[in-house]
């Protein structure tokens, strides 16, 4: 399976940015169904539109801090993929920070907060939260 997965994201035709009628992506759905694997693949494909969000407003960051597991994980991947991580869901009025916050998840919490004291207060201040890849262990 994973084979198939490799030739097909290698394609030049492909376009994992096309979203379904919720406004999910395929790297949206690789949270939701709980598939680390796919969702290694997936983020650093060149054509998925990074401030992506789907019709709820939601970025690829809050769905990482919504997952029901593994929210580090993805956090951490799509940040030290360039990901912005603290975009405002325009009809909650909540970033991922204080969508973290409000669910009392305190690793995302703390990772976010990390990455905002690692920045520059001219970049802190941007809506396009991108951290340096830098502060991503795992590279």
Known sequence: WSVGV????KSSQLDVSVADGNGFTVLIWSIKQKNPSLFDKLVTHPSVVRDHTDNEGNSYAHH?????????????????????????????GRTPSTEAAS?????CV???????????PSTRSTSLLTPPASLFSFQ
């Open 110 to 120: 703390h990772l976010l907060a990390t990455i905002c004291d690692e920045l520059s």
């Open 6 to 9: 490799d030739l097909i994201l």
């Open 64 to 92: 990482a801090v919504l997952a029901e597991r593994s929210k580090v994980f993805y956090l951490e991947r799509l940040g030290a993929a360039g990901y912005p991580l603290n975009l405002t869901n325009e009809q909650t």
């Open 103 to 107: 669910i009392n998840a305190t690793e």
